[in-house]
């Protein structure tokens, strides 16, 4: 069974559409994550969600906008998409317990905004 | 304020040679380290941590890294690559236990292996 799971693997769209990137997690974590890498493979934290509430929230346009309908779901929803979007995004997920908070990743999403 | 630094961008080896991949951190707080590994096209496979316990921490394949506060580096290292290593490293920093703690990724260090 997957951990981590993200929908969909691959999306290619024009700019200016609107794109949702859901992520699910079967591991009972209390903390989501969203991370975007670059195509220098630089990695850099978006946002993170504990028990369904934002605690971090990097500077990223307001043209994302995350939501957490319960503990094991964190989508990622992208408003007038642009050419910069395109990136990988990983969603992760951990229990922050003590020092038990390793993050497990999804396998990512690859968008391309043409 | 935290940071981490991974010294070599791309490191080669040949297979059956030891692997050093450097990593050197800072942070305010009593950190929590870890290195990852991403192979191409995948997502990011956590290889070991340091939260504290024994500076020396044994991960998986075979990798292993030393905590030096002296030194603040957390370098990995492997005593015989592998083909199957070649891949993206990743050091990680995160300071503080919270959920909120900030999480720091390094820059990556590319691995390849020559035959």
């Known amino acids: 069974d997957t951990a981590v799971s993200q929908t969909p693997k691959y999306l290619v769209t024009q700019m200016g559409n609107d794109k949702s990137i859901k992520c699910e997690q079967n591991?009972?974590?209390?903390?989501m994550y969203w991370y975007k890498q670059d195509s220098k493979k630089f990695l850099k934290i978006m946002f993170s969600?504990?028990?369904?509430?934002?605690?971090i929230n990097e500077t990223v346009p307001n043209r994302f906008s995350p939501k957490s309908p319960d503990k094991a779901h964190l989508n990622l929803h992208i408003n007038s998409l642009e050419l910069g979007d395109s990136a990988v995004y990983f969603c992760?997920?951990?229990?922050?317990?003590?020092?038990?908070?390793?993050?497990?990743f999804g396998p990512g999403t690859r968008l391309t905004v043409l | 304020a935290q940071s981490v630094t991974q010294l070599d961008s791309h490191v080669s080896v040949s297979e059956g040679t030891p692997v050093l991949l450097r990593c050197n951190y800072s942070?305010?707080?009593?950190?929590?380290l870890f290195w990852y590994v991403q192979h191409p096209n995948k997502g990011l496979q956590l290889l070991l941590k340091?939260?504290?316990?024994?500076?020396l921490v044994k991960g998986i394949n075979g990798f292993e890294a030393e905590f030096k506060k002296s030194e603040t580096s957390f370098h990995l290292t492997k005593p015989s690559a592998h083909m199957s290593d070649a891949a993206e490293y990743f050091c990680v920093v995160r300071a503080g236990y919270s959920s909120a703690s900030k999480i720091i990724f390094g820059s990556g260090t590319r691995l390849s292996i020559r035959p």
């Open positions: 942070s305010s707080y009593s950190p929590s």
């Open positions: 591991l009972g974590h209390d903390t």
């Open positions: 969600y504990n028990n369904k509430e934002l605690i």
């Open positions: 340091y939260t504290s316990a024994a500076t």
């Open positions: 992760a997920s951990s229990q922050v317990r003590g020092t038990y908070n390793e993050q497990f």
